[in-house]
């Protein structure tokens, strides 16, 4: 390599009809000088020049699949040029490991470039398209993938696919329609041993398969309820989650008795103690007695009623 104060001389291998060199030439050309900075010049001067009509990004790639094993399948630039997925062991062995260096049949042929301005820009850039990732050139396609480092991380697993031992659970159909009634479901889900993972399995089936139109939080509330010995009500299912703790008929209900009995509300723990006494009335009439149970209320739900109160009550009866 000789320069001067705006050019730089690189010698190249001469294209063997004169003009342009296939991709095996081009390859070959390149490797005639180590890797680093004069191999950088020499892929650019080969573009400039014309014998390669590629973007100086699909010469590294040949040199990388190359250096990987993977022969070049069509020396013409305007077949796919992609790597084979098994290395070509025999290609490799009868072109050599190496063309570094080593002179060729044919003649060399000086090419002179524009030097670039800064030395430190030139192996920069030498340096970034060593790597390429993406080709950036419009009528060139993108370059076959190779093969994913031992180190590379494995995939996340899809968070959505069904595990095949819920998807062939044996469970029983439902005695009547399509759907399980929940005495029926807490019976199944019984016959496995608590906090196990066949239990929570079969409730996953249920769920998955539609005899279950709830949540996996309500089956283990009723559970919980069967295992205190009570009593399991028939009820219709809720779409999602626990049912509301009161039906809007119901929060009219207390509202008319209060408005009846002239009453007033002085603050939440007023209407904390109305819900807990209708809690307690339809824990009555559902065949339960709620004597034997702790009836609380969050925080969040004797707000949220406070503002239905509200919304439903003058000022005459709400003193808070």
């Not at 192996?123 to 060139?140: C, D, G, I, R, Y």
């Not at 066949?198 to 398969?209: C, G, K, P, S």
């Not at 399991?232 to 209060?258: C, F, Y």
């Not at 969040?300 to 009550?313: D, E, G």
Request: aromatic share 8%; net charge positive.
């Amino acid at each position: 390599v000789h320069g001067g104060e705006d050019t730089l001389t690189i010698a190249l291998l001469r294209p063997k009809n004169g003009k342009e060199y296939t991709r095996s030439e081009a390859l070959m050309a390149a490797k005639y000088y180590e890797k680093g900075k004069e191999r950088g010049m020499a892929i650019r001067a080969m573009v400039e020049k014309g014998f390669a009509p590629a973007s100086t990004k699909t010469i590294y790639r040949l040199i990388q699949a190359d250096d990987e094993g993977y022969p070049i399948v069509d020396d013409s630039w305007s077949g796919p040029g992609r790597p084979h997925k098994v290395p070509d062991k025999s290609f490799a062995a009868a072109r050599g490991t190496s063309t570094v260096g080593k002179l060729f049949g044919q003649d060399l042929v000086k090419v002179t470039i524009k030097r670039k301005r800064s030395t430190k820009q030139s192996e920069k850039s030498t340096e970034v398209t060593e790597k390429p990732n993406k080709a950036t050139e419009t009528n060139q396609k993108p370059a076959a993938k190779l093969p994913a480092s031992k180190t590379a991380l494995p995939k996340p697993k899809d968070k959505t696919t069904v595990s095949p031992k819920i998807i062939n659970f044996p469970l029983p159909e439902p005695r009547e329609g399509k759907r399980y009634k929940k005495s029926e479901c807490v019976e199944i889900a019984r016959e496995y041993p608590k906090g196990s993972p066949l239990r929570r399995t079969a409730i996953e089936a249920m769920l998955y398969r539609g005899y279950v139109p709830s949540s996996m939080k309500t089956v283990y509330r009723l559970l919980a309820r069967d295992e205190k010995g009570l009593n399991i009500i028939d009820n219709d299912w809720a779409d999602r989650g626990s049912p509301p703790l009161l039906t809007n008929d119901e929060v009219d209900k207390i509202i008319q008795v209060l408005k009846q009995e002239d009453g007033r509300i002085y603050g939440k723990a007023d209407v904390e103690q109305l819900l807990v006494n209708a809690a307690r009335e339809k824990m009555w009439k559902q065949g339960e007695n709620p004597e034997e149970t702790t009836i609380r209320f969050s925080s969040t739900s004797v707000r949220n009623y406070c503002t239905m109160f509200k919304s439903k009550l003058s000022s005459v009866y709400w003193k808070d």
